[in-house]
């Protein structure tokens, strides 16, 4: 048998940090980065006595990112405790919701290549993050960093419907924007605000019961969960089409190997022991407040990408790209205020910044500069004052140092060169050094006259304004 | 005069009328304590230097007329699961036998906004578990009325430092009687405030949804007076009630005629001491004829009680203490091969037996698989108990019972039979697994000479009507000024 004979199927459980300003059960700072624990309170340290407070903000984050994704909100929910224990989680219990989530049964819609697909959102529920454990350089043993205790985290369980890792990258792109869009999440992959455990299983095609499934936790980019779930395709097809069985059990993906590890020994089957937080009273949430955050919703993407289409007249993959990303979407919207160039905006983020973003792994978050600057940018070019090969080079700086682009033309000496005399005395200079392309293009060849403006521009640096070069260049062709 | 022999409101009186200061009440109470702590072993830590410097630093600012207060410069003996910052919190465990709190408990603000002086952190059963101080880590206490029997527990520091004059009244805590067990084989006044009253935060959590802090007293009046301190909401604590403070003191004095107290007959049925029993007819009859209406009614879903409130405890226990584990707090030990093993070594070397008994039950009770058939089960019986508590104060405003099935035992007597430890909690559990107010009074002594105790049970934020009840007989028995403790060997 081969891998067509079998059907893959992979659920996710994706973790966003909420992106409030203070922990969920007490009131200190979530700031990302700070010396280690300097964010923390007797709360979040799990000082004997202490008991945790829900932040209110938690749950109606928790419950837009719900109503974004066409849940049911529940009106009666409650906090669990999850008992285990383990140096990141102070209290030996992280509180986290178990039978009663805040939502459930929702979906999203993904675009693949063959066609819209509808993934079913299983619940989202609210949880606190751990702390971390950092590996001591000097001592050996490892050292614990409480800043991150008590992060509010929404965990989001997908239904297994998806069946290959595009649809999963795909599904993790769009839950992605959706947060962003709805500003309960930064989703800032690299900081772990936005993480997914994957499981995956595969059966014989045909077969009724699920196969085996494994667990990869806390995967946080879209190229190694892409990678991971391929190579855990095939690692259990291998392993059922070899007579074995595929073990349930925790995984580690190895970037640098591009294998999965086992991680946990498996007679520690754990058992979280959850109950309810006595601690904490009951959440219940009334019509109206549902209601109030329904109708306070922002512009989904879908809604925004409708607008693109019409407003703009953009192409349905372009707007599928720009709204693919609220930073995207938002800077888009903002370059064209600044300089009234949609076609133009759009060209810049579709195809130059996409490509700097895919090339350096970057999220559209960590864009340095400002829609002002782009927009700028663009009206630079409209103006002539520099061309667009010109502006390349300035978008390369805007990411790599990023200050006004007037600055940087004039710091760089990029200024087009419009004057009519320098240009005509470049073309005489070109052309005196080419008598073979000129017979060329009198010959009929019209390639000759491209090959003498790009000449033109190498001579200048780039800097020839290329319109009137072509245009001096026919006209001098013509004598 | 003995001054350690007053009340606190004969203190305030005192101290009103210039007959007492600050610095030669606290100085009594210091004396006391030099005098009795060898026998009585009530406190855990002692803070006799820096109660008579505070002393001094408050009788100066009220002389300056720099503060003013009905409370100020009152000593008082606390708890010591109740975090006080800057001073040892150890819960009578090896865990945290250096532990310092890095904050207060809400109770702590409280008593330190009246300007109160501490004079010590009481004994207990390690973590609040158990019912005869003699879990703790450190000592046992004795009690004052007979040195070789045990002073109740689980706040038996507490109960016997009031009883033996070492406070004059202390803070202490009730999981499932902790407070009214020891209150009545010491003979004092204990007060288990309804479940939300006092904030939480800052009790060393042993039941979460069962623990309340509450007063143990010399008299009525002075549980009330305590109980106006320490009440009212905690925005820390989202359990703590948002109900608007009241005077406790107010309607002590109220006229109990035509009320109505039910007697439920299961807490005088089989295991109650005979001599207990009689002093509660003597107790009932002294309420008929103070105009009480007393009625015998049954309360059946009590004989569950005991074994819903073990497995609820047990369960909570299990996962609030799993906090304790030597990373960043408590007892660690010197050496270990790795994380699992300083797990293992910490908490198997940090907590006693009966600690580590109710870890592994409540661990039990919530494992998959038997989730259902205990915990599950027991959160259902609970709700029952609630209701059929409910349905008595359609009837009566007043439950009463014993306090506790004897009077205090042997010290040894138990310990190594915790069913029957067990046993002794069965009057006092039902009133946390239903969120009761309840307080024990003393009503009698039997022939040795031990006091015997009264609870009194009353509904939800009923506090006031309890109180009412209990001063109306005290005031007429006067127990106070027929039995002392005699410190019998």
């Known amino acids: 048998m081969s891998s067509e004979d079998y059907e893959v199927i992979i659920g996710l459980e994706v973790h966003a940090e909420l992106s409030t300003k203070t922990k969920i059960f007490c009131s200190c700072p979530t700031t990302f980065g700070a010396e280690p624990n300097t964010q923390v309170c007797p709360v979040c340290m799990a000082m004997p006595g202490t008991l945790p407070v829900l932040n209110e903000k938690v749950v109606e984050y928790a419950v837009k990112a719900g109503l974004a994704t066409n849940c049911e909100i529940?009106?009666?929910s409650k906090n669990d405790r999850k008992n285990y224990?383990?140096?990141?989680?102070?209290?030996?219990?992280?509180?986290?919701?178990?039978?009663?989530?805040?939502?459930?049964?929702?979906f999203i819609e993904i675009e693949t290549s063959n066609g819209k697909k509808k993934i079913r959102i299983t619940r989202i529920h609210i949880e606190d993050d751990a702390g971390k454990l950092n590996h001591d350089e000097l001592g050996g043993g490892s050292l614990v960093d409480l800043n991150r205790a008590g992060v509010p985290l929404i965990e989001i369980v997908s239904e297994p419907d998806l069946r290959d890792a595009e649809e999963v990258e795909q599904y993790l792109r769009k839950l992605k924007s959706i947060l962003e869009y709805i500003e309960v999440s930064d989703c800032k992959m690299q900081e772990g605000s936005y993480r997914a455990d994957v499981n995956v299983s595969v059966r014989k095609k045909g077969d009724e019961k699920l196969g085996t499934r494994t667990e990869m936790k806390n995967m946080n980019s879209f190229r190694s969960i892409t990678r991971a779930i391929e190579y855990e395709i095939n690692r259990q097809i291998d392993v059922i089409e070899d007579g074995g069985k595929v073990e349930q059990e925790t995984l580690r993906w190895d970037d640098v190997s591009g294998k999965t590890f086992s991680m946990r020994d498996k007679?520690?089957?754990?058992?979280?022991?959850?109950?309810?937080?006595?601690?904490?009273?009951?959440?219940?949430?009334?019509?109206?407040?549902?209601?109030?955050?329904?109708?306070?919703?922002?512009?989904?993407?879908?809604?925004?990408k409708q607008r693109y289409l019409e407003q703009y007249n953009l192409s349905e993959k372009d707007a599928n790209i720009i709204t693919s990303s609220k930073y995207l979407s938002d800077l888009f919207e903002k370059a064209i205020e600044v300089c009234h160039n949609p076609?133009?905006?759009?060209?810049?983020?579709?195809?130059?910044?996409?490509?700097?973003?895919?090339?350096?792994?970057?999220?559209?978050?960590?864009?340095?500069?400002?829609?002002?600057?782009?927009?700028n940018l663009v009206i630079l070019i409209d103006k002539g004052t520099i061309s667009s090969s010109i502006g390349k080079k300035v978008l390369v700086e805007l990411f790599e140092n990023p200050r006004e682009p007037e600055e940087i033309i004039k710091e760089k000496g990029w200024i087009q060169i419009s004057e009519e005399g320098a240009i005509k005395e470049v073309v005489l200079k070109v052309l005196e050094a080419n008598p073979q392309s000129i017979t060329d293009y009198k010959n009929g060849k019209d390639r000759a006259l491209g090959f003498l403006v790009g000449q033109a521009m190498k001579e200048t640096k780039g800097k020839a304004n290329p319109q009137m070069l072509n245009k001096m260049f026919l006209e001098e062709l013509a004598k | 005069m003995d001054i350690t022999e007053l009340t606190v409101h004969e203190l305030q009186e005192k101290l009103k009328n210039k007959e007492l200061t600050i610095k030669e009440i606290t100085k009594a109470y210091i004396d006391k304590i030099d005098e009795k702590e060898k026998d009585i072993q009530?406190?855990?830590?002692?803070?006799?230097?820096?109660a008579e410097k505070e002393a001094e630093e408050l009788q100066d600012k009220i002389e300056k007329g720099e503060i003013e207060g009905d409370f100020a410069g009152i000593?008082?003996?606390?708890?010591?699961?109740?975090?006080?910052k800057g001073i040892k919190t150890t819960c009578s465990s090896k865990m945290l036998e250096n532990f310092i709190s890095p904050y207060n408990a809400t109770v702590m603000e409280k008593i330190n906004s009246e300007n109160m002086i501490n004079l010590g952190k009481l004994n207990m059963d390690e973590f609040a578990m158990g019912g005869s101080t003699e879990y703790s880590y450190f000592k046992k206490t004795k009690n004052p009325w007979n040195l070789n029997k045990v002073p109740g527990g689980s706040s038996g520091g507490s109960a016997a430092a009031v009883a033996a004059n070492m406070v004059p009244w202390a803070l202490g805590s009730d999981t499932g009687g902790s407070i009214r067990q020891p209150a009545s084989f010491c003979g004092v006044v204990g007060l288990k405030p309804t479940y939300g009253l006092v904030s939480r935060y800052g009790l060393v959590a042993f039941a979460s949804s069962l623990d309340q802090i509450g007063p143990i007293t010399k008299d009525v009046r002075d549980s009330a007076m305590l109980l106006n301190i320490i009440t009212g909401h905690d925005p820390k604590d989202t359990t703590s009630s948002d109900k608007e403070k009241i005077d406790y003191t107010k309607c002590l004095e109220k006229d109990i005629k035509g009320l109505k107290i039910g007697v439920p007959k299961e807490f005088f049925g089989e295991g109650i001491n005979e001599e207990v029993k009689e002093s509660l007819q003597k107790a009932i009859k002294v309420y008929k004829e103070l105009g009480a209406e007393v009625e015998e009614f049954s309360l059946d879903i009590a004989k569950y009680a005991l074994a819903t409130y073990y497995i609820i405890a047990c369960a909570e226990a299990s996962s609030n203490l799993g906090r304790f584990?030597?990373?960043?707090?408590?007892?660690?030990?010197?050496?270990?091969?790795?994380?699992?093993?300083?797990?293992?070594?910490?908490?198997?070397?940090?907590?006693?037996?009966?600690?580590?008994?109710?870890?592994?039950?409540?661990?039990?009770?919530?494992?998959?698989?038997?989730y259902d058939a205990y915990y599950k089960k027991a959160q259902q019986v609970r709700t029952l108990v609630m209701s059929e508590f409910n349905k008595g104060f359609e009837k009566y405003?007043?439950?009463?019972?014993?306090?506790?099935?004897?009077?205090?035992?042997?010290?040894?007597?138990?310990?190594?039979?915790?069913?029957?430890?067990?046993?002794?909690?069965?009057?006092?559990?039902?009133?946390?697994?239903?969120?009761?107010?309840?307080?024990?009074?003393?009503?009698?002594?039997?022939?040795?000479?031990?006091?015997?105790?009264?609870?009194?049970?009353?509904?939800?934020?009923?506090?006031?009507?309890?109180?009412?009840?209990?001063?109306?007989?005290?005031?007429?028995?006067k127990f106070r000024e027929k039995y002392r403790p005699e410190f019998k060997l």
Not at chain 1, 85 to 106: M, N, V
Request: net charge negative.
């Open chain 2, 75 to 84: 000593p008082i003996g606390i708890k010591d699961n109740i975090c006080t």
């Open chain 2, 325 to 370: 584990d030597g990373i960043r707090y408590g007892y660690r030990p010197k050496e270990y091969k790795d994380l699992k093993e300083l797990y293992k070594k910490s908490r198997s070397e940090g907590f006693g037996p009966e600690v580590k008994r109710r870890i592994i039950l409540g661990t039990y009770v919530l494992s998959s698989g038997y």
């Open chain 1, 74 to 76: 529940s009106r009666n």
């Open chain 1, 85 to 106: 224990f383990y140096p990141d989680t102070p209290r030996a219990y992280q509180i986290s919701q178990y039978d009663k989530p805040l939502c459930e049964h929702g």
């Open chain 1, 267 to 304: 007679e520690d089957a754990q058992d979280y022991r959850y109950f309810p937080d006595p601690d904490l009273v009951a959440i219940k949430l009334s019509d109206e407040y549902i209601e109030n955050i329904k109708n306070n919703l922002p512009e989904l993407p879908e809604s925004r």
């Open chain 2, 397 to 477: 405003d007043v439950i009463l019972t014993p306090t506790s099935p004897t009077v205090a035992f042997d010290i040894g007597s138990k310990t190594n039979n915790p069913l029957e430890m067990y046993l002794a909690d069965i009057c006092t559990v039902s009133v946390n697994i239903a969120g009761l107010p309840g307080i024990s009074i003393p009503c009698g002594v039997d022939k040795q000479g031990m006091p015997i105790g009264m609870q009194l049970i009353g509904n939800k934020f009923r506090e006031e009507t309890i109180l009412n009840v209990a001063y109306k007989y005290e005031q007429s028995t």
């Open chain 1, 343 to 375: 076609k133009a905006v759009n060209n810049w983020i579709i195809s130059d910044i996409s490509r700097i973003l895919n090339e350096t792994e970057m999220d559209p978050i960590e864009i340095p500069f400002d829609a002002h600057q782009l927009g």
């Open chain 2, 42 to 50: 009530a406190f855990v830590t002692i803070l006799s230097k820096e």
